[in-house]
């Protein structure tokens, strides 16, 4: 009789995730993959370190004191067999941290490869114990008999971490002291390390009193060995013969190693001549014998064993947790060099010109009798920051006054004074540069504050007048009002943004939807439609540029945001981030509903046009997004280039507390958007006002993404595998639309597209419900209730009854064939 035995099975037959899991590590070609893959590493790390003694002293001043990110962006290369990345580690290796000792670190790393591919047999505990102590005693030795020399090489053989060690020492225990704690440490390296590993120590050892210590290995069995190994020898049926017992070869200590010993046989173990026999190989096999239930089966030669386990888990949280990016788990994220560095030179402002403006500055305000205590120049990317400090009684509204004046002396355009700058007790003039300089896209993107960003939705805009990456989470934001004159960076600032989110967003976890009534600002993005862009059904184009497709979309977030907010009450959360956590956790079911919920970020380019053609209808269902759609992941960006009261009304406002102004062409403008001027005296070309949540309004040099950088992006996106479609918003039907029923009469002769595969999953389910067919079709609850009236007027269910599922009357698949070739 045939038999097959079943391990650990789940609730549906399969395998469980811990058993899948184990045997993926313990399978032999895995094993030997990773081992391979460590070696390979070693061999890296090897020729970065043995090429560090040709190339350490050109590579030095390149990589000093140079953060990684930012040596990798630089233009030029470094000598190093290895590259950048070699370089870097070989320095931190060999001088900022063990010295040469980081072999050490190698010779660990071989062990663990030649384990993974049973070229050797090793612990590897004992082996980590062995280089771990030998890495820092090395470290500390090499750094106390050649302390002297690092001033007259670019190597420190104990490294910089065994150079403050070893100061550390002498100062406190001298020099003497130093050199026994060292022999010390060494004579316990030798004395727990493995014969076999430094066969040298014992040579040394043998000669000394410490020779006399016993080691492990032994050439005979002490007798309490013998007498742990009988009750084993009783175990043996009388009928089976009996092998020779081998002499075992090392002592040990407790009942633990001697079962690990037989266990784990292996050449190291036994001797090559020395055989097992199967008798002895059986025994263990024996002693976990556990009983099985037998599960029988029609075929009387076949039968399936079922081994009983009582840790067996059936809850389903073996499964882990939910990986919203399981479904594009292949997706790579646009990298640095699909943006240009924009490399204009270095447009520095050299100090004469600064002490000529200090000294002009300091002249037109004398002129006025406005005497300065002191003054301090900032430089910027585009304009430089001078703080003064007026003497005592001086008034500041005075000197606001007098930017036009300071600005015809230092003859320079569009002077801003800010009087007082918030937090300080200065006053500020911001002086445009005459030779600015261009913020790139891709230095901000690759700085360490962007890269480290722990935002939800993080945002990157460019520079501060101190040069610091400015970046904000629209999360917090929650959402955004951006004007700006015609050529002065709109279209460059919205970009940026769109950059940020989808550098550090997955297509899982953000979704765009954008309007575009110019029909070419956005049009570039059309191709990423099923990686990031969420759309209505049935629609053909996934960025909006008509007005009215405008109104339905924004009604259609609207929806979505209501939808989202039912279930956040299903899950008793109050915000998007708790319930994708809940989510992610599997405490929600699927089944009821719930889902994986992006974010939605909606870009709403030209607002004043769509308010010249809309009006009421598109400024509602803004003003209810702006509302209450942040707490469910839905924010809004609308830019427009005209910001008069008109168009940025006191209910948009309210709901939009953060501001970005470009350059704008009146005081009135620059009140209207920021609530005070100063966008007006900008100079243009991304130099913006920026006030996130009503914060202070802060000065930043957008970043320059052109074009060409964003198809590079898009096209990068659009070649990896995507959604089959883009994330479809609930379908919005306007009031004022005509419905296709009149008179309570369902016009069949256009049918929904879904209708026929509709009635064939009622039929087959014999349950008419709406719900059903919105969830297996992912359509909107609307048209799902018209394809249900669709279907009661071509006979298919019943009418309504409540809250109950609708009554099926087609009681088989022929019949329903044969009514829907009727139809037709």
Same mark, same amino acid.
């Given at each position: 009789?045939?038999?097959?035995?079943?391990?650990?099975?789940?609730?549906?037959?399969?395998?469980?995730?811990?058993?899948?899991?184990?045997?993926?590590?313990?399978?032999?070609?895995?094993?030997?993959?990773?081992?391979?893959?460590?070696?390979?590493?070693?061999?890296?790390? !090897?020729?970065?370190?043995?090429?560090?003694?040709?190339?350490?002293?050109?590579?030095?001043?390149?990589?000093?004191?140079? &953060?990684?990110?930012? #040596?990798?962006?630089? $233009?030029?290369?470094?000598?190093?067999?290895?590259?950048?990345?070699?370089?870097?580690?070989?320095?931190?290796?060999?001088?900022?941290?063990?010295?040469?000792?980081?072999?050490?670190?190698?010779?660990?790393l071989g062990s663990v490869g030649a384990k993974l591919m049973n070229i050797r047999r090793i612990s590897l505990f004992k082996r980590f114990i062995f280089c771990l102590t030998t890495l820092i005693w090395g470290s500390w030795f090499f750094a106390f008999f050649f302390i002297s020399g690092y001033e007259d090489t670019f190597i420190y053989l104990g490294g910089q971490q065994g150079y403050y060690v070893t100061e550390i020492l002498k100062n406190n225990i001298g020099i003497p002291g130093t050199f026994l704690l060292l022999l010390g440490i060494f004579?316990?390296?030798?004395?727990?390390?493995?014969?076999?590993?430094?066969?040298?120590?014992?040579?040394?050892?043998?000669?000394?009193? #410490?020779?006399?210590?016993?080691?492990?290995?032994?050439?005979?069995?002490?007798?309490?060995?013998?007498?742990?190994?009988?009750?084993?020898?009783?175990?043996?049926?009388?009928? =089976?013969?009996?092998?020779?017992?081998?002499?075992?070869?090392?002592?040990? %200590?407790?009942?633990?190693?001697?079962?690990?010993?037989?266990?784990?046989?292996?050449?190291?173990?036994?001797?090559?001549?020395?055989?097992?026999?199967?008798?002895?190989?059986?025994?263990?096999?024996?002693?976990?014998?556990?009983?099985?239930?037998?599960?029988?089966?029609?075929?009387?030669?076949?039968?399936?064993?079922?081994?009983?386990?009582?840790?067996?888990?059936?809850?389903?949280?073996?499964?882990?947790?939910? %990986? &919203?990016?399981?479904?594009?788990?292949?997706?790579?994220?646009?990298?640095?060099?699909?943006?240009?560095?924009?490399?204009? !030179?270095?447009?520095?402002?050299?100090?004469?010109?600064?002490?000529?403006?200090?000294?002009?500055?300091?002249?037109?305000?004398?002129?006025?009798?406005?005497?300065?205590?002191?003054?301090?120049?900032?430089?910027?990317?585009?304009?430089?920051?001078?703080?003064?400090?007026?003497?005592?009684?001086?008034?500041?509204?005075?000197?606001?006054?007098?930017?036009?004046?300071?600005?015809?002396?230092?003859?320079?355009?569009?002077?801003?004074?800010?009087?007082?700058?918030?937090?300080?007790?200065?006053?500020?003039?911001?002086?445009?540069?005459?030779?600015? =300089?261009?913020?790139?896209?891709?230095?901000?993107?690759?700085?360490?504050?962007? $890269?480290?960003?722990?935002?939800?939705?993080?945002?990157?805009? !460019?520079?501060?007048?101190?040069?610091?990456?400015?970046?904000?989470?629209?999360?917090?934001?929650?959402?955004?009002?951006?004007?700006?004159?015609?050529?002065?960076?709109?279209?460059?600032?919205?970009?940026?943004?769109?950059?940020?989110?989808?550098?550090?967003?997955?297509?899982?976890?953000?979704?765009?939807?954008?309007?575009?009534?110019?029909?070419?600002?956005?049009?570039?993005?059309?191709?990423?439609?099923?990686?990031?862009?969420?759309?209505?059904?049935?629609?053909?184009?996934?960025?909006?540029?008509?007005?009215?497709?405008?109104?339905?979309?924004?009604?259609?977030?609207?929806?979505?945001?209501?939808?989202?907010?039912?279930?956040?009450?299903?899950?008793?959360?109050?915000?998007?981030?708790?319930?994708?956590?809940?989510?992610?956790?599997?405490?929600?079911?699927?089944?009821?509903?719930?889902?994986?919920?992006?974010?939605?970020?909606?870009?709403?380019?030209?607002?004043?046009?769509?308010?010249?053609?809309?009006?009421?209808?598109?400024?509602?269902?803004?003003?209810?997004?702006?509302?209450?759609?942040?707490?469910?992941?839905?924010?809004?960006?609308?830019?427009?280039?005209?910001?008069?009261?008109?168009?940025?009304?006191?209910?948009?406002?309210?709901?939009?507390?953060?501001?970005?102004?470009?350059?704008?062409?009146?005081?009135?403008?620059?009140?209207?958007?920021?609530?005070?001027?100063?966008?007006?005296? @900008?100079?243009?070309?991304?130099?913006?006002?920026?006030?996130?949540?009503?914060?202070?309004?802060?000065?930043?040099?957008?970043?320059?993404? %052109?074009?060409?950088?964003?198809?590079?992006?898009?096209?990068?996106?659009?070649?990896?595998?995507?959604?089959?479609?883009?994330?479809?918003? &609930?379908?919005?039907?306007?009031?004022?639309?005509?419905?296709?029923?009149?008179?309570?009469?369902?016009?069949?002769?256009?049918? %929904?597209?879904?209708?026929?595969?509709?009635?064939?999953?009622?039929?087959? $389910?014999?349950?008419?419900?709406?719900?059903?067919?919105?969830?297996?079709?992912?359509?909107?609850?609307?048209?799902? !209730?018209? @394809?249900?009236?669709?279907?009661?007027?071509?006979?298919?269910?019943? &009418?309504?009854?409540?809250?109950?599922?609708?009554?099926?009357?087609?009681?088989?698949?022929?019949?329903?064939? $044969?009514?829907?070739?009727?139809?037709?």
């Amino acid at each position: 009789m045939a038999k097959k035995t079943i391990n650990k099975k789940g609730d549906n037959g399969k395998p469980g995730f811990w058993a899948l899991f184990r045997s993926f590590f313990t399978n032999e070609r895995t094993r030997f993959i990773t081992g391979l893959v460590c070696s390979i590493v070693t061999i890296y790390i !090897g020729l970065a370190l043995v090429s560090f003694f040709f190339t350490g002293a050109a590579d030095q001043s390149k990589i000093e004191n140079v &953060p990684v990110t930012d #040596l990798l962006t630089n $233009q030029g290369s470094v000598e190093n067999w290895t590259g950048v990345r070699g370089a870097f580690l070989a320095d931190l290796l060999m001088n900022r941290w063990f010295g040469i000792s980081s072999f050490m670190i190698l010779f660990f790393l071989g062990s663990v490869g030649a384990k993974l591919m049973n070229i050797r047999r090793i612990s590897l505990f004992k082996r980590f114990i062995f280089c771990l102590t030998t890495l820092i005693w090395g470290s500390w030795f090499f750094a106390f008999f050649f302390i002297s020399g690092y001033e007259d090489t670019f190597i420190y053989l104990g490294g910089q971490q065994g150079y403050y060690v070893t100061e550390i020492l002498k100062n406190n225990i001298g020099i003497p002291g130093t050199f026994l704690l060292l022999l010390g440490i060494f004579l316990i390296i030798a004395v727990f390390s493995s014969s076999k590993t430094i066969p040298f120590l014992q040579r040394v050892l043998s000669f000394s009193w #410490l020779g006399r210590i016993q080691w492990r290995r032994k050439k005979k069995v002490t007798p309490e060995v013998v007498q742990e190994e009988k009750p084993q020898e009783e175990v043996v049926p009388d009928s =089976q013969p009996v092998a020779e017992e081998p002499s075992p070869e090392y002592v040990f %200590d407790t009942e633990k190693e001697i079962e690990k010993a037989e266990q784990q046989a292996s050449p190291e173990w036994v001797e090559p001549e020395e055989e097992t026999s199967p008798v002895e190989e059986a025994e263990p096999e024996q002693e976990k014998e556990t009983p099985v239930q037998v599960l029988h089966s029609d075929d009387p030669e076949f039968s399936v064993e079922v081994a009983p386990d009582d840790d067996a888990d059936y809850s389903g949280k073996a499964l882990g947790d939910y %990986d &919203p990016r399981l479904d594009l788990s292949k997706y790579v994220f646009p990298t640095l060099d699909l943006l240009d560095p924009h490399d204009t !030179g270095v447009h520095e402002v050299s100090m004469d010109d600064l002490n000529e403006n200090q000294l002009q500055i300091k002249q037109a305000l004398e002129e006025f009798n406005i005497k300065i205590a002191s003054i301090k120049a900032t430089v910027g990317p585009t304009v430089t920051l001078y703080e003064i400090i007026p003497e005592a009684g001086i008034r500041i509204a005075k000197i606001k006054t007098l930017e036009d004046d300071i600005a015809l002396k230092l003859a320079a355009l569009n002077i801003r004074i800010i009087a007082p700058i918030p937090g300080k007790g200065t006053i500020g003039i911001e002086v445009p540069n005459k030779n600015p =300089q261009t913020v790139s896209m891709q230095s901000v993107i690759a700085s360490k504050k962007f $890269q480290e960003c722990k935002y939800e939705l993080p945002v990157a805009m !460019g520079k501060t007048i101190t040069n610091e990456v400015y970046m904000f989470d629209l999360c917090k934001t929650p959402h955004l009002l951006v004007a700006g004159a015609t050529g002065q960076g709109k279209s460059v600032g919205l970009n940026a943004i769109i950059t940020s989110l989808l550098y550090k967003k997955h297509p899982a976890e953000l979704k765009f939807v954008m309007v575009d009534p110019k029909m070419v600002e956005f049009s570039i993005y059309s191709k990423i439609e099923r990686h990031y862009l969420a759309k209505l059904p049935n629609t053909d184009h996934p960025i909006v540029t008509e007005p009215a497709d405008a109104v339905a979309t924004l009604n259609s977030l609207v929806v979505e945001m209501e939808n989202r907010y039912k279930l956040l009450v299903l899950a008793n959360v109050r915000n998007i981030k708790e319930y994708n956590t809940k989510f992610i956790s599997r405490q929600l079911n699927p089944e009821k509903g719930h889902r994986f919920l992006p974010y939605i970020v909606a870009v709403v380019d030209e607002f004043a046009d769509l308010i010249a053609t809309s009006g009421r209808e598109i400024e509602l269902p803004i003003s209810r997004i702006a509302a209450k759609a942040r707490a469910v992941g839905i924010h809004m960006i609308l830019a427009t280039q005209r910001p008069d009261t008109k168009v940025i009304t006191g209910t948009i406002k309210g709901n939009f507390p953060s501001r970005i102004a470009f350059k704008v062409a009146s005081m009135i403008d620059s009140r209207t958007i920021l609530d005070a001027p100063g966008a007006n005296r @900008l100079i243009g070309r991304g130099d913006m006002l920026i006030s996130v949540a009503g914060s202070d309004t802060i000065r930043v040099q957008c970043a320059f993404v %052109d074009t060409p950088e964003v198809e590079n992006i898009v096209n990068y996106i659009s070649e990896q595998v995507a959604y089959p479609t883009a994330y479809l918003l &609930p379908e919005y039907v306007a009031e004022n639309d005509a419905d296709k029923t009149l008179g309570g009469v369902v016009d069949l002769s256009e049918r %929904d597209p879904f209708f026929n595969e509709a009635a064939r999953l009622i039929v087959i $389910q014999q349950q008419g419900s709406t719900s059903l067919i919105q969830r297996k079709f992912a359509i909107g609850y609307n048209r799902a !209730g018209r @394809l249900m009236d669709q279907l009661e007027a071509a006979g298919i269910v019943g &009418p309504s009854e409540g809250s109950k599922a609708r009554q099926v009357l087609i009681p088989d698949e022929y019949t329903l064939e $044969q009514l829907l070739n009727s139809l037709k």
